[in-house]
């Protein structure tokens, strides 16, 4: 495939000189330049210092009295492995004033991260206790990984961080989905040779494919490879320099190794300083009226090779520490009680000579750090301006700005029509993309084609880099086929400030799950701070949804990503199973007005029934389950028993039951009910939308049988429901992890849910509670009836390979 | 690192020109065999004829009259792009005697599988229903993707199959399962384009790096780059060739590429000959005494480029179809409906020539179609004889041989110690590892040191080729940090007749969430066929718990993993919470013996307290739950308030809560119970171990107070319990998504778990349902006591970021 003629080929070739990138100094550092990166040392012998001191110490800060085995903590955790670039990004930040922020990817590297937002002062701008004086740095010191006090991983409690590297894999999708839409900005991200082994990390790589250098901004990857892992070697880390160079030059990158131990200031700053000019160059080229786009442009990233643990103690025991696994984390772990693990640890902090930096002394007696007690002011000299400042970067905190929507009651159908709401959904989200000029994408695992959500290519693109297909350029649509990609880019975009929509088969959305719960972990944590600002929510559409998959068969049905959802904090869950176009209409916009929710819609690609008017649509939407009179009988006043849909199938299939009944057991008074926000459901307070008791009995009564077709496992709706009086007169259908490849209907009897299931389940239950009208012969009969017609049905299933066609009609009611 | 002296170094290094392995055909084919290969290709034109048949006509299967659009089926599921390969396959297994199997990724690519098991008579051999013969193919035809009858997804009905392609990315990592410890075994394993993109497939290319040659077998990975997935480009096909080369060469690889379309036969046959000699030259090496073994072998594997869609029709309404993504799946989707659609598919079908290879008239009067009535016998000669058939390949089906288990009681404690149950499971998995030469695994995403699982490092090492160090060589643990791969191979390995266990961190187990679904609904088809023999467990422990990573912090508590297991099979599905570490070596023998379950254990490293004696730790697992009547009031007789734990910490809070009871309100009569089989818990009848009405009651009683203490998500016990009577009495505790780097103690507090909690809602509930000497005034007191006592062991954790110690002694009853 070749290019358009309107890109420049990338001319630099894929031969052996290439796949590793060698570098001519001179033409990447000035000779002055080489002063000035002794700030960047003394910058990092102080954090080094100040991460050592937090990991090890609960007193005794700035080592103003002799070191006792009393000042060392009892539980330590973290590593300080972070200095060396985070001390680089602050220098290649000043000297071309580029907007950039670091994302980092190893776990417990939270010392060093708070180290420097303690120094350039980002962590007194949002948590006043921590000033740059002796109250400070003994909080700092103390508190960190203390009850109570910042946790050895960066967390949303952590200034300028968009991501936790508590569950390994997604620094890098998450970076990409920063930079998106972001066109000046450079996210670093560091990813670890740990982390690098995951499967989201591993296809993470080709983000750049979707990276148009016209319209966003750019990740500098750093591979920090310094060669093990808790007790062992790293994959990454046994690889050597010819296998990384092609490996990543394979995936698109010109590949830099920093290595250099006796220099590495100047190799790492170099580096950052070519990686810088080939990242400008591209943008430039993409970017200039009188420069042609680079086609299949390879963007630069770098491979850290330093030892494990370096600057820290060389060996303990007769045994190395540095460059071994030894390293990991906490090098001397008994410090606190063993005598030689002590002595090396107070060399250690002692090697750092902090005296010769600062005047402690001053310091001890009231003087600010950040002025003229420092000794040597060099220390201060990298760190840029407050504007630039890492942990200061409006991206991270406070960059939203809500989304213009259309009205979707525009978009809304009459009642009685049959329609794909994905359709709609389409046609809608097409309006948003119009209306909102890049700050919303669509992120797809799957093609919007095959979840029939196409309409939106009447509007725009893919954006996809390397095709030369006009259908793949300068759009809002990212398909790419790994959830874990697409969850990794949303995070990131959403974080920083916009909002994208992530439609998914629903099966396959649960390759996400412990993706969702790292971020609902990670947004928890952020909206209880004072200093975060609003973001909008993530939003998922489920559709494709299980019971419309007869034909991909059970490897295709799969609703579990609601059962890890529902487990989350309450305020931030939001899961809607609209039943038809409109609500579905109505759902999304109230969806993509939210802020800092999780939001789930469930919702079906086929055609289906309109049930409800635009107006009905809306209430019942803001009500979240509401009486379906149409269906019930005299409007639902009084009943016998309580039919309740929701999701879409299954609500056909209640509707169908009551129509049965109503003419089979016309003496038997059926209430059928739609509940469209499941949150309505658990026990009074326990959630934002659970209703309260009489509302609650006021839809489900207080003593009447109650059969409850769910469109997911039911464990879902007996969980939320638990603590609900009285729940023992609910009978609840749903997947009962049955199927294969067969038909619509016969997806519905094979589990349970069909509407001659839920008639059946109707009459018992109103014997059950004593219906003397419908007992003995008529309810044995009437049931052996649906009995009947369920076997009759499949026998023509199974001859004609389809449903009858009777049974998808919308039933009318008199 | 240099290598160990004991290894030859490979010899070819990185250069351009060894980026892609070109060949010298005349060494890789004998002049005489490109007459051979006329048996391929017509082994393909009846299998692409067979495979376009089953996708398309649900009658007329041999054309014996002519086609109309009655003949067609009005759903149209599958593709036949996989003919090519088998059949090469075939010619290969045929040439060399060489025993092979093949898993393919693709999803919907079952017709050309069974089209090629039909012919070769895999399908009659396990589906006699399937004859070489009229009726067979007749029914092969119609019954393909129809109700009952074969789904467009190979699953576990289909012979040789050990991997559904359903939820794309897992095929290369089963595949690498499946060839550990089978020396002479070669999977050839399909990626396609598609799936390839998956973060699962991205990093289970380094699979190779843990295959030792001179023990195990061999992957022969082909990558299927046929450019398009079901409306777009893929990344692999939008990638050049050196791009490809530098990217699988960087992963370990000699890549060729086969995409010389003119003689397609030619170039995969001399391909797979050269993939095959590298492969056993390689084993060669490890396993001669003569000769060195090569360090970091570089592995073959093969980058097929073919137009997709090839073979069936050229364009449709004067769009192309081959080689775009209108050949996904279902080239002609409206062949039943559309005049130009239907014509094509005539051509298309009769393009083949099918009469003009098999006798159909012969056929159609009953004839068998594997003896005198094809015309053509070069169809069938490149056929393997019985034995070496990939469809009757013992390994995929009837493989397993049980482990030797070592009596679980030799390595029980005495009552009161206080113990790690991963330092007592790992003593034992050393010993089951002795005791069963390679025939036993440990896949671990974690370090088996950070679960305290390192005894057995005592009699085995890691796994690990890439490096020189020994402690990485020859064992029986992998350890990458990939939950997916270690899934994968853990699949691959159990399918193929073995055993292993999957250590996890608790929280990051549910990374594997929709694997363990997609493994699940595997098995269950399988264990329905008739043909099928068992296969051992999968076999996972979640260690690391929540309750004890008050030190990671929040992103390592998430025990949601067991939300979506219970959802599963019943039959299938076994979850063990084993209290101490007795109970957890009955448990872990229990499942290291069970057949074709997926067994969840969770349990904790750190140490605890031995609560039973060995025979009590026996008698109390085979029940599932029991009373505990050392910490019961009279034994647990006649209890006005039962206590239930389920889960390590939860049950000591639940001991230590009975302890306070029984000293500060003596007369509530306290019961408490301990859950160690979680599946005990759900109505009568819905899991084999669900404990019947009265032993349920025996228990938890019919109408007392119960408070239960659960180790996860309260969601979890609220829906297996829902549907037991009287269920308005269960106060359910457990983790409720509250959490930070904080102490084990106010892990427990901050959820409402502590015992001071268990006691409080203990005197509520009793109170509630009447217990009179408690009611008013001394309730009252007794809870502000307890609450006052949280209060003030929070302050205590804040001012020492400590627990206080006596909180973890073990109670003492008199």
Known sequence: MSPTSNYQEETTSYSRENLLIKLDYAHYMKPDEEENLKSVHLLQR??????????????????????????????????????????????????????????????????????????????E?????????????????????????????VNSEVPGQIHEGGELGYALSVSFGAVMDNPDLIVTCVVGDGE????????????????DPAESGA?????????????????????????LGALFTGFGYKVRIVSDLENIDKDLAASMEWAY?????????ARSSDLKPIFKPRWPMLILRTPKGWTGP????????????????????????????????????????????????????GASIAKAEIIDQRVLDVIPNEKLRMGSRKETYAAYKPLELPDPREF????????????KIGDYAAKVIEANFKRFRIFSPDELVSNKLDHVFEVTNRNYQWSSRTANKGGRVLEILSEHTCQGWMQGYTLTGRVSLFPSYETFLGIITTMMIQYAKFVKMGVATTWRQPHGSINYIETSTLWRQEHNGFSHQNPGFLNNLINMKAYLVRVYLPPDANCFLSTLAHCLRAKNYINLMIGSKQPTPVWLSPEEAEIHCIAGASIWQFASTDSGIDPDVVLVGCGVEVTFEVIAAAHLLRKDAPELRVRVVNVTDLMILPHEGTHPHALDHSTFESLFTNDKPVVFNFHGYPSVIKSLIFDRPHTDRFTVFGYEEEGTTTTPFKMLTANGTSRFDVAIAAIRGAVHTGHHSLLAIRAHELISGYMHQIREHEKYIEKYGKDPEELFKMPKFD
Not at 196 to 211: D, L, M, Q, R, V
Request: aromatic share 10%; net charge negative; proline share 5%.
């Open 277 to 285: 000019q080939e990242i400008r160059n591209i943008q430039k080229h």
């Open 314 to 365: 060389k060996t303990l025991h007769g045994q190395p520490i540095e460059g071994s696994f030894r390293a990991h984390q906490v090098p001397l772990p008994h410090a606190r009680t063993d005598d030689e693990e002590f002595q090396l640890l107070d060399s250690w902090l002692k090697s750092y000579r902090i005296h010769e930096l600062i005047d402690v002394e001053k310091v001890k007696n």
């Open 196 to 211: 690098a082994e995951t499967g989201p990390t591993a296809t993470a790589w080709h983000s750049y494919k979707f990276i």
């Open 46 to 123: 102080v954090t080094n210092y100040l991460a050592a001191a937090m990991i090890f110490l609960q007193d005794n800060a700035l080592l103003l009295e002799p070191l006792t085995k009393d000042h060392i903590k009892e539980r330590l955790l973290g590593h300080w492995g972070l200095n060396l670039i985070y001390a680089h990004c602050n220098y290649l930040i000043k000297k071309h004033a580029t907007p950039m922020f670091l994302v980092t990817g190893p776990g417990h590297g939270a010392p060093a991260i708070l180290a420097n937002l303690f120094l350039e002062g980002s962590l």
């Open 125 to 153: 701008k949002f948590y006043p206790d921590y000033g740059l004086n002796m109250q400070g740095i003994t909080k700092l010191v103390k508190f960190f990984s203390w009850p109570g006090g910042f946790p050895s991983h």
């Open 219 to 243: 990740v500098l990857p750093i591979l920090h490879d310094n060669g093990f892992k808790i007790s062992e070697e790293t994959i990454y880390g046994t690889m050597d320099d010819n296998e």
């Open 412 to 423: 809304m159908l009459q009642k009685g029509e049959i329609v794909s709401s994905m359709s």
